[in-house]
């Protein structure tokens, strides 16, 4: 299964944005969708996931501010990003992951800007 991301961009601090990923094949078996993200300079680092059951959890930084949310008849999963900050500046992922974690490939990702 491959995933496109789309829905990135640049915008001021404080702002929003909502991220798409749009899978090749059906999802709703997949154990966990998951958002990495690749600051600049920086390893890429799980920002959030969302189990088949419906069940989140996301990285310290982005609790209050991000909700991942899937839509297994779509196919699809979505992050939106509220209260926008610099440090979120980076590639953002959309991916597969099973018990053991990401199983999928990488796609080339959807560019976030967060600047003034």
């Known amino acids: 299964v491959q995933f496109v991301e789309s829905g990135g961009g640049l915008v001021e601090p404080g702002g929003s944005l909502r991220l798409s990923c749009a899978a090749s094949?059906?999802?709703?078996?997949?154990?966990?969708m998951g958002w990495y993200r690749q600051a600049p300079g920086k390893q890429r680092e799980l920002v959030a996931r969302?189990?088949?059951?419906?069940?989140?959890d996301y990285v310290d930084s982005v609790k209050g501010r991000f909700t991942i949310s899937r839509d297994n008849a779509e196919n699809t999963v979505a992050l939106q990003m509220n209260r926008l900050k610099a440090e979120d500046t980076g590639v953002y992922y959309c991916?597969?992951?099973?018990?053991?974690?990401?199983?999928?490939?990488w796609g080339p990702g959807t560019q976030v800007t967060v600047s003034s």
């Open positions: 094949e059906r999802i709703a078996s997949i154990y966990a």
């Open positions: 991916v597969g992951m099973g018990c053991g974690g990401v199983f999928s490939s």
């Open positions: 969302i189990t088949s059951g419906g069940m989140t």
